[in-house]
């Protein structure tokens, strides 16, 4: 394949710098840039300016996967939690199970819970706590 079809020499590009019509004054009276007609570097021809591409923000994703992890090592270190829920009632047990809308609380001497997530307010670790006296 013959190169000189592809990219033009160096020759190629000065004599067609030196076919373009002289570039017309600025409109607020500064010469233009290249030091005026005298220059050797070949002036390019105004071309109109191509449209900019905005990238739209992506959202965040809607799930980051941290509660699902906190929930896993709770799950596998048997931690008992304290969660307690809108209406105020303590429920103290370890984890055993999760869903998108669910937590299956075992507790000691108490029946298992299945505790729906709408209905938790928060929940901590029981060695969290802080004594109230």
Not at 6 to 34: C, E, F, V
Not at 76 to 83: F, G, K, V
Not at 87 to 97: K, L, M, P, R, V
Not at 110 to 123: D, E, G
């Amino acid at each position: 394949m013959n190169r000189k079809l592809i990219r033009p020499t160096l020759a190629d590009i000065k004599t067609k710098g030196r076919d373009l019509p002289p570039q017309r004054p600025r409109q607020n009276g500064s010469p233009p840039r290249g030091g005026g007609e005298s220059s050797h570097a070949p002036q390019r021809a105004a071309q109109p300016a191509a449209p900019v591409q905005v990238r739209k923000r992506v959202p965040p994703p809607s799930e980051t996967n941290a509660e699902i992890f906190y929930y896993k090592k709770q799950i596998d270190a048997h931690t008992p939690m304290l969660i307690v829920l809108q209406d105020g009632e303590e429920i103290e047990g370890t984890i055993e199970w999760y869903d998108r809308s669910a937590l299956k609380v075992n507790r000691k001497a108490a029946p298992n819970l299945l505790v729906l997530k709408h209905n938790i307010k928060y929940m901590y670790k029981v060695e969290d706590r802080v004594a109230t006296e």
